[in-house]
Protein backbone atom coordinates (compact mmCIF):
# COMPACT_ATOMS: atom_id res chain seq x y z
CA UNK A 1 0.00 0.00 0.00
CA UNK A 2 2.67 2.47 0.85
CA UNK A 3 4.25 1.77 -2.56
CA UNK A 4 0.26 2.36 -3.95
CA UNK A 5 0.65 5.83 -2.22
CA UNK A 6 4.24 6.73 -3.15
CA UNK A 7 3.44 6.29 -6.85
CA UNK A 8 1.76 9.61 -7.16
CA UNK A 9 5.39 10.81 -7.20
CA UNK A 10 7.40 8.19 -8.50
CA UNK A 11 5.19 6.19 -11.03
CA UNK A 12 7.28 3.07 -11.38
CA UNK A 13 6.59 2.11 -7.71
CA UNK A 14 3.17 1.18 -8.97
CA UNK A 15 4.71 -2.11 -10.22
CA UNK A 16 6.32 -2.63 -7.50
CA UNK A 17 2.87 -2.48 -5.38
CA UNK A 18 1.39 -4.52 -7.95
CA UNK A 19 4.08 -7.04 -7.21
CA UNK A 20 4.11 -7.09 -3.28
CA UNK A 21 0.09 -7.17 -3.09
CA UNK A 22 0.29 -10.31 -4.86
CA UNK A 23 3.23 -11.95 -2.58
CA UNK A 24 1.54 -10.59 0.50
CA UNK A 25 -1.94 -12.31 -0.97
CA UNK A 26 0.54 -15.55 -0.98
CA UNK A 27 1.54 -15.26 2.42
CA UNK A 28 -1.45 -14.89 3.88
CA UNK A 29 -3.13 -17.69 2.36
CA UNK A 30 -0.27 -19.93 2.68
CA UNK A 31 0.32 -18.96 6.62
CA UNK A 32 -3.85 -18.66 6.89
CA UNK A 33 -3.80 -22.46 5.18
CA UNK A 34 -1.44 -23.99 7.62
CA UNK A 35 -3.16 -22.07 10.75
CA UNK A 36 -6.38 -24.21 9.51
CA UNK A 37 -4.42 -27.38 9.14
CA UNK A 38 -3.17 -26.95 12.98
CA UNK A 39 -6.59 -26.07 14.14
CA UNK A 40 -8.06 -29.29 12.63
CA UNK A 41 -5.14 -31.44 13.81
CA UNK A 42 -3.99 -30.10 17.46
CA UNK A 43 -7.43 -28.12 18.14
CA UNK A 44 -6.27 -28.64 21.77
CA UNK A 45 -2.98 -26.29 20.83
CA UNK A 46 -5.46 -23.60 19.65
CA UNK A 47 -7.21 -23.59 22.73
CA UNK A 48 -4.37 -22.97 24.98
CA UNK A 49 -3.00 -20.20 22.68
CA UNK A 50 -6.58 -18.95 23.12
CA UNK A 51 -6.42 -18.33 26.63
CA UNK A 52 -3.20 -17.20 26.55
CA UNK A 53 -2.76 -13.72 28.59
CA UNK A 54 -0.18 -12.76 25.24
CA UNK A 55 -1.02 -15.05 22.39
CA UNK A 56 -4.83 -14.30 22.30
CA UNK A 57 -4.27 -11.19 21.55
CA UNK A 58 -2.42 -12.46 18.08
CA UNK A 59 -5.76 -14.26 16.77
CA UNK A 60 -7.04 -10.37 15.64
CA UNK A 61 -3.64 -10.09 13.55
CA UNK A 62 -5.75 -12.54 10.96
CA UNK A 63 -8.34 -9.86 10.12
CA UNK A 64 -6.50 -7.41 10.25
CA UNK A 65 -4.33 -8.94 7.29
CA UNK A 66 -7.56 -9.77 5.58
CA UNK A 67 -8.29 -5.68 5.82
CA UNK A 68 -4.77 -4.74 4.69
CA UNK A 69 -5.20 -7.07 1.72
CA UNK A 70 -8.96 -5.73 1.08
CA UNK A 71 -7.10 -2.23 0.99
CA UNK A 72 -4.40 -3.26 -1.54
CA UNK A 73 -6.92 -4.97 -3.65
CA UNK A 74 -8.98 -2.46 -4.28
CA UNK A 75 -6.88 -0.75 -6.71
CA UNK A 76 -6.64 -4.23 -8.17
CA UNK A 77 -9.88 -6.42 -7.46
CA UNK A 78 -12.48 -4.27 -6.50
CA UNK A 79 -14.93 -6.75 -6.27
CA UNK A 80 -12.79 -9.49 -4.37
CA UNK A 81 -11.74 -6.38 -2.37
CA UNK A 82 -15.35 -5.88 -1.36
CA UNK A 83 -15.95 -9.04 -0.73
CA UNK A 84 -13.09 -9.54 1.42
CA UNK A 85 -14.07 -6.36 3.24
CA UNK A 86 -17.23 -7.80 4.76
CA UNK A 87 -15.77 -10.51 5.75
CA UNK A 88 -12.72 -8.89 7.49
CA UNK A 89 -14.80 -6.73 9.20
CA UNK A 90 -17.54 -7.92 11.12
CA UNK A 91 -15.11 -10.90 11.75
CA UNK A 92 -12.60 -8.21 13.52
CA UNK A 93 -15.33 -7.22 15.55
CA UNK A 94 -16.31 -10.45 16.67
CA UNK A 95 -12.93 -11.03 17.71
CA UNK A 96 -12.56 -7.44 19.41
CA UNK A 97 -15.59 -8.50 21.86
CA UNK A 98 -14.29 -11.80 22.45
CA UNK A 99 -10.93 -10.34 23.45
CA UNK A 100 -12.80 -7.42 25.46
CA UNK A 101 -14.46 -10.13 26.92
CA UNK A 102 -11.57 -12.02 28.06
CA UNK A 103 -9.96 -8.88 29.61
CA UNK A 104 -13.75 -8.82 31.44
CA UNK A 105 -13.72 -12.22 32.76
CA UNK A 106 -10.79 -13.59 32.69
CA UNK A 107 -8.33 -14.98 35.57
CA UNK A 108 -5.13 -15.51 33.96
CA UNK A 109 -3.98 -11.67 33.54
CA UNK A 110 -1.08 -10.02 35.66
CA UNK A 111 0.07 -6.42 35.27
CA UNK A 112 3.32 -7.64 33.96
CA UNK A 113 1.37 -9.71 31.20
CA UNK A 114 0.33 -6.16 29.33
CA UNK A 115 2.73 -5.13 26.19
CA UNK A 116 2.07 -3.68 23.34
CA UNK A 117 0.66 -7.01 21.36
CA UNK A 118 -2.69 -5.69 23.08
CA UNK A 119 -3.15 -2.84 20.78
CA UNK A 120 -3.52 -5.20 18.05
CA UNK A 121 -6.94 -5.92 18.36
CA UNK A 122 -7.79 -1.98 18.88
CA UNK A 123 -5.42 -1.24 15.77
CA UNK A 124 -7.94 -3.08 13.86
CA UNK A 125 -10.62 -1.27 14.50
CA UNK A 126 -8.97 2.01 13.44
CA UNK A 127 -8.23 0.30 10.00
CA UNK A 128 -11.52 -0.77 9.04
CA UNK A 129 -12.60 2.99 8.05
CA UNK A 130 -10.21 3.18 5.10
CA UNK A 131 -11.65 0.41 3.23
CA UNK A 132 -15.11 0.83 4.80
CA UNK A 133 -15.32 4.45 3.12
CA UNK A 134 -14.05 3.42 0.00
CA UNK A 135 -16.42 0.95 -0.59
CA UNK A 136 -19.48 3.00 0.89
CA UNK A 137 -19.99 2.23 4.37
CA UNK A 138 -18.95 5.75 5.87
CA UNK A 139 -21.10 5.19 9.41
CA UNK A 140 -19.75 1.81 9.61
CA UNK A 141 -16.25 3.52 9.42
CA UNK A 142 -17.34 5.70 12.05
CA UNK A 143 -18.40 3.25 14.53
CA UNK A 144 -15.60 1.50 14.21
CA UNK A 145 -13.01 4.59 14.35
CA UNK A 146 -15.32 5.54 17.45
CA UNK A 147 -13.90 2.10 19.44
CA UNK A 148 -10.06 2.23 18.25
CA UNK A 149 -9.72 6.01 19.40
CA UNK A 150 -11.46 5.28 22.49
CA UNK A 151 -9.75 2.57 23.60
CA UNK A 152 -6.13 3.67 22.23
CA UNK A 153 -5.27 6.01 25.13
CA UNK A 154 -7.01 3.43 27.67
CA UNK A 155 -4.45 0.53 26.63
CA UNK A 156 -1.51 3.20 26.08
CA UNK A 157 -2.23 4.01 30.20
CA UNK A 158 -2.13 0.58 31.10
CA UNK A 159 0.99 0.37 28.99
CA UNK A 160 2.92 2.91 30.31
CA UNK A 161 2.17 1.68 33.71
CA UNK A 162 3.18 -1.51 33.23
CA UNK A 163 6.62 -0.48 31.88
CA UNK A 164 7.46 2.20 34.93
CA UNK A 165 6.08 -0.04 37.67
CA UNK A 166 6.54 -3.78 36.32
CA UNK A 167 9.64 -5.92 35.10
CA UNK A 168 11.18 -4.48 31.79
CA UNK A 169 9.58 -6.44 28.51
CA UNK A 170 11.54 -9.94 27.68
CA UNK A 171 13.74 -9.66 25.22
CA UNK A 172 11.30 -11.51 22.51
CA UNK A 173 8.89 -9.15 23.08
CA UNK A 174 11.14 -6.12 23.07
CA UNK A 175 10.27 -5.52 18.78
CA UNK A 176 6.58 -5.13 19.82
CA UNK A 177 7.49 -1.77 21.10
CA UNK A 178 7.02 -0.62 17.34
CA UNK A 179 3.30 -1.12 18.09
CA UNK A 180 2.69 2.04 19.75
CA UNK A 181 3.37 3.92 16.21
CA UNK A 182 0.32 2.59 14.12
CA UNK A 183 -2.86 3.67 16.67
CA UNK A 184 -2.49 7.15 15.91
CA UNK A 185 -0.47 6.74 12.51
CA UNK A 186 -3.66 4.52 11.33
CA UNK A 187 -5.87 6.99 13.75
CA UNK A 188 -4.58 9.91 11.12
CA UNK A 189 -5.29 7.99 7.96
CA UNK A 190 -8.95 6.65 8.71
CA UNK A 191 -9.81 10.53 10.26
CA UNK A 192 -8.42 11.82 6.95
CA UNK A 193 -10.27 9.11 4.55
CA UNK A 194 -13.58 9.81 6.99
CA UNK A 195 -13.23 13.80 7.26
CA UNK A 196 -11.40 14.72 4.14
CA UNK A 197 -10.17 17.18 6.23
CA UNK A 198 -6.50 18.54 7.70
CA UNK A 199 -7.98 19.88 11.28
CA UNK A 200 -5.92 20.26 14.35
CA UNK A 201 -7.31 16.73 15.85
CA UNK A 202 -5.95 15.36 12.56
CA UNK A 203 -2.50 17.13 13.23
CA UNK A 204 -2.36 15.57 17.13
CA UNK A 205 -2.57 12.35 15.42
CA UNK A 206 -0.06 12.16 13.11
CA UNK A 207 2.48 14.00 15.30
CA UNK A 208 1.78 11.95 18.03
CA UNK A 209 2.91 8.85 15.43
CA UNK A 210 5.61 10.65 14.76
CA UNK A 211 7.19 11.02 18.07
CA UNK A 212 6.24 7.33 18.58
CA UNK A 213 8.48 6.41 16.16
CA UNK A 214 10.88 8.72 17.55
CA UNK A 215 10.49 7.09 20.67
CA UNK A 216 10.57 3.43 19.43
CA UNK A 217 13.95 4.38 17.40
CA UNK A 218 15.64 5.78 20.56
CA UNK A 219 15.52 2.37 21.61
CA UNK A 220 17.45 0.39 18.68
CA UNK A 221 20.60 0.18 20.81
CA UNK A 222 18.66 -2.21 22.99
CA UNK A 223 16.79 -3.84 19.66
CA UNK A 224 20.09 -4.47 17.96
CA UNK A 225 21.55 -6.73 20.83
CA UNK A 226 18.53 -9.05 20.92
CA UNK A 227 18.46 -12.36 18.61
CA UNK A 228 16.36 -12.93 15.64
CA UNK A 229 12.60 -13.91 17.22
CA UNK A 230 8.92 -13.72 14.70
CA UNK A 231 8.28 -10.59 17.01
CA UNK A 232 11.06 -8.82 14.70
CA UNK A 233 7.98 -8.76 12.16
CA UNK A 234 6.53 -6.23 14.53
CA UNK A 235 8.43 -3.58 12.82
CA UNK A 236 7.02 -4.11 9.38
CA UNK A 237 3.28 -2.90 9.70
CA UNK A 238 4.27 0.20 12.01
CA UNK A 239 7.22 1.54 9.68
CA UNK A 240 5.01 1.28 6.82
CA UNK A 241 1.69 2.78 8.59
CA UNK A 242 4.53 5.95 9.84
CA UNK A 243 5.50 6.16 5.58
CA UNK A 244 1.89 5.70 4.27
CA UNK A 245 0.93 8.73 6.97
CA UNK A 246 3.75 10.62 5.80
CA UNK A 247 2.65 10.44 2.54
CA UNK A 248 -0.92 11.18 3.53
CA UNK A 249 0.39 14.57 5.21
CA UNK A 250 2.17 15.42 1.73
CA UNK A 251 -1.29 14.95 0.31
CA UNK A 252 -3.11 17.61 2.53
CA UNK A 253 -0.60 19.88 2.96
CA UNK A 254 1.63 19.81 -0.55
CA UNK A 255 4.93 20.47 1.78
CA UNK A 256 7.88 18.68 -0.37
CA UNK A 257 9.29 17.94 2.95
CA UNK A 258 6.39 15.27 3.83
CA UNK A 259 7.46 13.89 0.59
CA UNK A 260 10.84 13.54 1.02
CA UNK A 261 10.27 12.23 4.17
CA UNK A 262 7.60 9.75 3.40
CA UNK A 263 9.96 8.49 0.37
CA UNK A 264 13.02 8.04 2.96
CA UNK A 265 10.52 6.01 5.31
CA UNK A 266 9.43 3.96 2.58
CA UNK A 267 12.93 3.18 1.24
CA UNK A 268 13.75 1.96 4.97
CA UNK A 269 10.56 0.06 5.44
CA UNK A 270 11.25 -1.38 2.37
CA UNK A 271 14.63 -2.74 3.27
CA UNK A 272 13.70 -3.97 6.99
CA UNK A 273 10.44 -6.05 5.65
CA UNK A 274 12.64 -7.48 2.52
CA UNK A 275 15.47 -8.63 5.77
CA UNK A 276 12.84 -9.54 8.00
CA UNK A 277 11.83 -11.78 4.67
CA UNK A 278 14.89 -13.05 3.99
CA UNK A 279 15.94 -13.76 7.92
CA UNK A 280 12.73 -15.41 8.61
CA UNK A 281 13.43 -17.81 5.72
CA UNK A 282 16.84 -18.81 6.98
CA UNK A 283 15.38 -18.90 10.14
CA UNK A 284 12.71 -21.30 9.24
CA UNK A 285 15.26 -23.85 7.22
CA UNK A 286 17.15 -23.79 10.73
CA UNK A 287 14.47 -24.73 12.17
CA UNK A 288 14.89 -21.58 14.33
CA UNK A 289 10.81 -20.32 14.49
CA UNK A 290 7.62 -22.13 15.87
CA UNK A 291 10.12 -23.38 18.99
CA UNK A 292 8.09 -22.71 22.50
CA UNK A 293 9.40 -20.80 24.73
Known amino acids: MAHFRA??????????????TALASAIFIGLLALYVAKLVRFPSAIIEEFHHPVRLHFFPAITIGAL???????????????GLF??????????????????FNGTQFQPQHINPAWFIPIVGNILVPIPAVTFGYSELGWFFFSIGIVFWPVLLTLFMHRMLFQPALPPRMMPTLFILIPPPAIGFIAYIKLTQT???FARILFFTAVFMTLLALSQLNRLRSIPFFVSWWAYS?????????????????????????????????????????????????????????
Open 7 to 20: SAALPFLAWSGFAL
Open 237 to 293: FPLAAITIATLVMHEMTGSSGYLFAGLALLAVSSVVIAGLLLRTVIAAFRHQICIPE
Open 86 to 103: LVAAPAHLALTLVVLSQW
Open 68 to 82: LLSIALAQIAPTLAH
Open 198 to 200: LDG
